[in-house]
């Protein structure tokens, strides 16, 4: 009865988080989470046993990062980087592109996928209404690149974070395992884009001559609170490199650099309390209770049973999981679907599966993320924007159908990727 009755509020969770859209995910999730507090279904779903259920160490990085992100997109920091990048670029188009596309890489390894897009959103559509083209395969190279760029970090992704803090992961080790893909997948997507895009380059060169008159400096709002958020940012990520050197938890290093931030800066409590995604936090809430109680009554277990027969092979265990988080997460969305795996990875590593397979599904479910409008937040506000600021709606099939060859290759990639680093 119990397994019933989790399954089903899982079920109609899973279904107004991929098909809702008249009613907030966060509150229909939050509601269905705490559903099961009061049903109790499971042993230990109680207010005793937060600490087991919610992991606040995830929520603590997201807090943390929240806060000091919002201080440096306030002070102009970000803005600044993307005009000067145009500047750099000597107003030539493959430059341009290349260089906001490089900043988008760096900005999703360290911000929020979502905070980087709306980031460079404006600035692609000025180049794009400055060529006078249409922005949408802009907008959709950005998304791509925005994802590859989040794989590279524990932080870089809101499923790397939960893989982080459910599997203990090293950030620097993560890091280094996992930024030579970056780089690589991040060139072939551009590669994938100049091939599908032909371009008469002089005209574009010459229609950008026009940007000319923009003035990164007159994008700093604030320009001691600008020095101040990239001092504080900095040491908050070489804290997240010498986290296990120094054993501190990255939660409590992010938490304690936006706290010294916002000390330096003056802001309030109040003041962030407007500017911090309280939908995501509250999110997450509700999907913890859930994923605990698919643990408890046993789907978890059962999920890791048809991995089970391919411990003895390794790299065939490998390979399926990480196809398993490539065709799955487009659909189920990035947290959702990984709250699912996490346990399922952790469960098979107990029972002598290799420790690289958090990287395997951290390969598939990253690179997976682009394949539909559902793998991720970002993705879905990336096509809203388009329908914004084009008037044309981009479907369902449509952007499964454009982002197809880029993800298919790049998932490749990762699989013969993931066979180098487990055996060289």
Known sequence: MSMILVLTITVIAYYFIIFGKNIKKSIITLFLGVLLFVLHPVEG?????????????????LLGMMIIVEILKESGAFTFTAVSAIKLSRYKFWPVMFLLMIIVIMFS????????????????????????????????LSIYVDNIGGMSTLIGSPLNIVLG????????????????????????????YKFNNKVDTKEYNKKLEKLKTMDASKTIQDKSEMIKGIVIFSIVLAGFMLHNTINIDIALIAMTGALVLMLLTKKGFEEMATVIDWDTMFFYGGLFAIAFSLEKVGVSQAIANMFMPLISTKILLLFAMLFAGAIAIPFLSAVPGTLIFAPVIKILIDNGAPFDLWYAYAIGANLGTNLTPLGAVQNIVGASLIFKQTGKEVSFGEYMQKALPTTLITTLIGAIYLVVITYI
Request: charge should be negative; proline fraction near 5%.
């Open 45 to 61: 779903l109680n207010l005793e046993n937060m600490g087991e259920i919610v992991s606040f160490e995830t929520l603590g990085i």
């Open 165 to 192: 803090s459910v599997g203990k992961l090293d950030f620097t080790s993560f890091l280094i395992k996992m930024l030579p893909l970056t780089i690589i997948t991040f060139i072939t997507t551009m590669l994938i």
């Open 109 to 140: 390894a360290f911000l929020d996928n979502l905070v980087t897009i709306m980031i460079i959103a404006p600035i692609i559509f000025l180049v794009a209404d400055t060529l006078e083209i249409n922005p949408t395969p802009l907008i959709l």
